[in-house]
């Protein structure tokens, strides 16, 4: 079993920055794909960006340029860090894994990960 827990959502302004982190405990694997989803009011929840253990990554269109996937192996703490946001970011922030690697047609695939986070709200005002 593998354990997340998210922290550092909030309130901001349009144009503002916050940084999610998701401290993971329990049966972390030496190789797991890790992803960040998040989920607005009224949608489905969506692929936002993941890092695998060589650290290769992948974003949403939506957040290229923006948002940075970011791992300190040492602490087992996944990290997002959101530039520029948007009032179209407002959502629930959920961190997640799985055992092995990231896949392309996969990442983005919430039934493909076993282990989620309760997530944290992120909410961007205009």
């Known amino acids: 079993q593998v354990q997340l827990v998210e922290s550092g959502g909030g309130s901001v302004q349009a144009g503002g920055s916050l940084r999610l982190s998701c401290a993971a405990s329990?049966?972390?694997?030496?190789?797991?794909?890790m992803g960040w989803f998040r989920q607005g009011t009224g949608k489905e929840r969506e692929g936002v960006a993941s890092?695998?253990?060589?650290?290769?990554?992948t974003y949403a269109d939506s957040v290229k340029g923006r948002f940075t996937i970011s791992q300190d192996s040492a602490e087992n703490t996944l990290s997002l860090q959101m530039n520029s946001l948007k009032p179209e970011d407002t959502a629930m922030y959920y961190c997640?894994?799985?055992?092995?690697?990231?896949?392309?047609?996969?990442?983005?695939?919430?039934?493909?990960?076993?282990?989620w986070g309760q997530g944290t709200q992120v909410t961007v005002s205009s």
């Open positions: 890092l695998d253990s060589d650290g290769r990554t």
């Open positions: 329990g049966d972390t694997w030496s190789t797991m794909c």
């Open positions: 997640a894994a799985e055992p092995g690697g990231c896949y392309s047609d996969s990442w983005d695939n919430p039934s493909w990960y076993n282990y």
